[in-house]
Nanobody, 115 residues
Framework: QVQLVESGGGLVQAGGSLRLSCAAS????????MGWYRQAPGKQRDLVAT???????KYADYLKGRFTISRDNAKNTAYLQMNSLKPEDTAVYYC?????????WGQGTQVTVSS
């Protein structure tokens, strides 16, 4: 089993920045993918960004280059730097981990961007 603990959400004004963290613990071995999906009220849960243990990244096109994902493999922790935040970024952000056979989700952290 893998446990995910995420943090860094909060309330910020438009144009501000937040940094999300997600730490994985438990049966961490082999290749894996970590990242975030987000879900706004009444919306689907959509990909934000992912990063593999080999540091290959993928981003949602709508981010327009504002977000950067990184990871520290020694700590099994991923980071999402979110800059130039917009009200439409408001959502619950869920950390994601996909190992050899199973996927896991964090508890979610609320990001609210005020206009």
């Amino acid at each position: 089993q893998v446990q995910l603990v995420e943090s860094g959400g909060g309330l910020v004004q438009a144009g501000g920045s937040l940094r999300l963290s997600c730490a994985a613990s438990g049966s961490i071995f082999g290749a894996n993918v970590m990242g975030w999906y987000r879900q706004a009220p009444g919306k689907q849960r959509d990909l934000v960004a992912t990063i593999t243990s080999g540091s290959r990244t993928k981003y949602a096109d709508y981010l327009k280059g504002r977000f950067t994902i990184s990871r520290d493999n020694a700590k099994n922790t991923a980071y999402l730097q979110m800059n130039s935040l917009k009200p439409e970024d408001t959502a619950v952000y869920y950390c994601y981990f996909h190992g050899m056979a199973h996927e896991y989700w964090g508890q979610g952290t609320q990001v609210t961007v005020s206009s």
